[in-house]
């Protein structure tokens, strides 16, 4: 091939490259944008590309859906189902990973099959448990949901980490007579840091996202940002530039999360079956 | 279920004392015993469920037979709503694995600032799914204020009214929006694990790119692409936040897939029965496919 005709296909590259990248980001910077508008603004034809920004959105959007609340409940309901999750977990994953069986496959493949049953499926039965104890709208229920459906992608994360730490290194501490939690605590966990690190973010994006329970089994008291935000759909009135605020309050703390571990969320997302 | 009670670890050192013995069972109970009361006891009582003449409304439960089944599969709605279903899947399915194809090929080549142009494509992925259908339908597709109709009326178009008109294109655009990274991402992973010698040999052979993509690549993309074919399928047989806060299935039942069927008789019909009978109906679509993904998944465990 010619240079000066790779150098054509180069700049091609790069020129598409760039506009499919900003047309798929778009939607998003263009909710960013109406964030900071007057909802005058934020509704006027033709469509304002510089405004004079102002914040009082985000106040406002915090009267109407109770801002706050959710978002701590967001916080509490994602970081403790991955806390519980991985606490769960990575026992299992060490048994899996160091002292594998015949049945181990079988084990790992029952636990993603758990996870591949429509939730929607078991929607009537739970619910009905939750009201029979007085669990609907509850922290405690949403987190328990939660925890459980995260958990196979979690052991099998964890698994795959486990999985390439030398097994020499544990033979050494199994010499001197650690058991299994103290060689999870004081090897495994230091050796595999960045594993549970990831983990644990594909974890609280998951739970952070997740819509499905969140809309049925809870309400004002228990709800997640994904119910706050929810509840614009019924809106009445000029509300898009606090729907804007209010969600980009919400994906913002998740991008960051995203962008740092995007590798790793599509080996958690398919089980390690693309490298 | 048959595991080994204890188990040694094998290794080929000659030491004894490293051959150690631990309880397993320990290790692996709080996990395999919280999954099983998780994968049983809902769906035991679904199937319960799925057999009693129960509404809320109209409580206590009694027996009904196959009385459920019966209603759900003379349900009007039910041929329109497992239409719906397939088209959720298979639409956003075909576009998100064209798009993906597509977006990978592209950015598996060097270009400056590379990096900064894939973490753009990413970033829906990273939304919630209810911002990201409310934020299309207010600020994208409103025929008003939208910047859709805005846009339509700048090249002379009638504003489409999204939702009335097209609502099943509507939110397929939003599910396609939101899952394309995906697809890109496992696309362009299994693309830079394709051996560049292989590429290099085949054009010292003299084969042209579009030949080289077609015997070199694809057949490298096969397995990626079904297991995203498989993913996607289970993903998008749940299709439910982006319907709940846009057309709330409707107009009339014209987006309504087999969750929202079942959260709409369960959770506004209050009839239990019959909600748990579509329940199982939606599980059983589930494991046929979940069956071909595990299949083709343990191969490579």
Redesign the interface.
Known sequence: MSRAKSEK??LL??I???F???L??F??F??AL?AFKTEQDA?????KLFFSPTLENFVAMNERVDYVRHAWNSIVVSASSTLIAIA??A??A???A??A?K?T?K???W????R??????????????LVHFNLIDTKFALIVITC??N??II?WMLYSYFKEVP?EIL?AA??DGA??LRQLRYLLIPLTAPGFASTALLGV?LA??E??WC??ITATEAGT???A??S??NSEGQF?AK??AA?LA??GP??I???IT??Q??RG???G??? | MKMMNTSTIHNKSKSPRSKQKIRVWPLLLPSVSVLAIWAVVPLVLTIWYSFQNYNLQAPPAVFGGLINFEFLFTDGDLPVVVMNTLVMVFGPMLITVILGLAFATLYDGPFPGRSIARLLVITPFFVMPTVAALVWKNLFFHPVWGLLAWAEKLVGLEPIDWFSSHPMLAIIIIVSWLWTPFSTLILLTALQSLDREQIEAARMDGAKSVSRFIYVVLPHLRRPVAVLLMLETIFFLSTYAEIYVTTMGGPGAATTNIPFYIFSRALMGFDVGLASAAGIFAILIANIVAFFFVRNLSEQL
Not at chain 1, 43 to 47: G, T, W
């Open positions: 296909i180069d590259r790069m598409l490259g760039w499919v990248g900003i798929m980001a939607p998003v263009w909710m109406a509704a006027s034809i033709p469509p769960l977990a026992p299992a060490y048994v899996m160091f002292y069986t049945s496959r084990l790992m493949l636990m993603l099959s758990i591949f049953m429509p939730a929607v499926g078991v929607l009537i039965p739970i619910y009905l448990i459980l459906s958990l196979p052991v097994v033979e199994r010499m058991r299994p994006i952070w996202n819509a499905f809309i049925n940002l994904a119910l935000i929810a614009f759909a898009w729907l804007s969600s919400s994906v998740i991008f999360f995203g962008w995007q590798r969320l599509v997302l398919t089980f079956a693309v490298k």
